[in-house]
């Protein structure tokens, strides 16, 4: 089945799924939600028919463009849009983040990623600032000027099975977090790592990193608390 034909699906505007779907999870009560690069969120209930959660509807989408969702541990839903983030409650009910620091107010985000780390932390990735730090309505922001973090880009934020909390970005490549001093550090040359590029991030059931860059699929693998990781690069010509 594709599109409309998927089951429960008839009843979507066909041109929703022409646009940018370009997130999907799935909520604590089984719904299915889509990120739509034009038409908010399409929400799939376990039964009966699909609907669209869009500006309209004003309880969770600020912005018909959705870029990012995220299903918390709590059950709330995180959503990155164009212009805002905001998060919906287990009941549906949702508010749009008040992102502030220090008097300047950044709410006005490109929101490209969304992840929660072990802390309890919300990582907000954007596109124009940087990379922001929230909970429990309290905002830290990352960018150049702060001197924490050397870009204004980033594309999300990984936590891995070590505890590492590692930043992704078209314009930096890979970073890795630094708590003790509260910054992102590039580790592209460090690790020497080509490029400046990174656009994913994963890691596999032994422990391996594994990120894309422009030009390779490199792998980094830890031993021994071994802080410089062994990197093997895969590129074409593999």
């Known amino acids: 089945h ?31 939600w889509i990120a739509s690069g034009s038409f908010g969120v399409i929400v799939l209930p376990p039964s009966g028919n699909a609907h669209v959660v869009n500006t309209e509807s004003r309880s969770f989408v600020f912005d018909n463009y959705v870029n990012t969702l995220y299903a918390g541990r709590d059950g709330r839903v995180w959503v990155g849009q164009r212009s805002c983030a905001s998060v919906t409650r287990r009941d549906g009910s ?3 983040l008040v992102l502030r620091e220090n008097g300047r107010d950044f709410s006005n985000c490109d929101v490209r990623g969304l992840m929660e780390d ?10 124009n600032e940087g990379i922001i730090r929230y909970r429990n309505g309290k905002s830290h922001q990352y960018k150049p000027t702060n001197h924490n973090y050397p870009v204004y880009d980033a594309i999300n934020c990984y936590e891995d ?16 977090f630094d708590a003790s001093h509260d910054r992102f550090e ?6 020497h790592i080509e490029g400046t590029c990174a656009y994913a991030i994963n890691e596999d059931r032994f422990g391996r990193l594994w990120v894309t860059t422009e030009g390779a699929l490199v792998s980094l693998s830890f031993t021994d608390g071994s802080e410089m990781p062994e990197v093997v690069s895969f590129s074409k010509e593999d």
């Open 118 to 127: 072990r802390a309890g932390n919300i990582w907000l990735s954007t596109e």
């Open 2 to 32: 594709i599109n409309g034909a998927i089951p429960g699906m008839s009843g979507i505007d066909p041109h929703a799924f022409r646009s940018s779907l370009s997130s999907i999870v799935r909520r604590h009560n089984g719904e299915i």
């Open 94 to 96: 949702g508010q749009r």
């Open 186 to 191: 590039p580790v592209n040359r460090r690790f």
């Open 161 to 176: 099975s070590k505890g590492r909390l590692w930043a992704i970005s078209r314009s930096g490549g890979l970073f890795l």
